[in-house]
């Protein structure tokens, strides 16, 4: 049944509507998402502006690989590659209240307040992305649960794919993978299946969500660690551990 008064009828419904999924309200009504005490602004650019307004090593030639990490105090700031000719920036910071911003203010100007007094180069990529691009949004995830719709057999023929199953913080870059690796457990266990036997949709629905959730449970738990540890006061002094330690090992093996 949809909002404008259609209705149809299928064999199957699979939920892949987000972390504020519709279909889960239904399937599973652990309600809200749970805000995680983080803000996001993201925003994407043609690698060539970026060479020519970003005037540092080692990104001078348009041929070098970009991966930039500043790490501050409950603050995160990355610029990377995402293919195509194309960079990406993302800036995380905590907060206690997912409505602590002016929400008619656009977002490249609170990502400008936010990130105030950060090394030149943030301000340059924020400045020269365009602002109506500029994605501003709260980090949330869920609790793992036992089942998506299918598996307890309330709702034989339903199942969530995706961020509508298992949202998790960002921290692993797993968000699209397990999108992807879902998709294809969810065809591997249907291939085959005769669409119009009820149970049989049923028992392979049931066996797509005991195989995924038994790989996104522990990734969920392992996506809010990191996450946690992220903004953490000592975020910059491990990481400059880990980094020390990874040459390290780097030059016994040479």
């Known amino acids: 049944h ?5 209705v149809v009828k299928t064999r199957m419904l699979i939920g892949a ?21 983080t803000m996001t602004w993201r925003g994407v650019m043609d690698r060539s502006h970026f060479n020519k307004i970003v005037q540092m090593e080692p990104f001078k030639s348009i041929d070098d ?72 949004s709260g980090v949330y ?18 199942t969530l ?28 266990n249907l291939s085959g299946v005769d669409l119009g036997n009820t149970e049989n949709v049923a028992d392979a629905l049931k066996r797509y969500e005991e195989e995924r959730i038994a790989v996104t449970a522990p990734l969920f738990k392992k996506a809010r660690e990191e996450g946690e540890k992220s903004h953490s006061e000592n975020q910059a002094e491990r990481m400059k551990a880990n980094l020390e330690s990874f040459l390290a090992m780097k030059k016994k093996m040479t």
Not at 106 to 116: D, E, G, R, S
Request: one cysteine or more.
């Open 2 to 6: 949809f909002a404008n008064g259609e």
């Open 17 to 37: 509507d987000g972390y504020t999924s519709i279909v889960r309200k239904k399937t599973v009504a652990d309600g809200e998402p749970i805000f995680t005490g």
């Open 65 to 136: 690989g970009i991966n930039l990490s500043i790490i501050g105090d409950g603050k995160n700031f990355w610029v990377m590659d995402c293919g195509k000719g194309k960079i990406a920036w993302t800036g995380t910071a905590i907060y206690d209240n997912e409505n602590f911003t002016d929400k008619h203010a656009p977002a490249n100007t609170i990502a400008l307040k936010v990130f105030k007094d950060w090394p030149p180069i943030v301000e340059t990529l924020i400045e020269a992305t365009d602002a109506s691009a500029i994605v501003q």
């Open 141 to 158: 995830d869920r609790e793992p649960v036992s089942s998506w719709g299918a598996t307890e057999g309330k709702f034989k023929r339903t």
């Open 161 to 188: 794919l995706g961020d509508a199953a298992h949202p998790m913080r960002p921290s692993l870059g797993l968000g699209s993978t397990m999108a992807f690796q879902d998709s294809k457990c969810l065809a591997d």
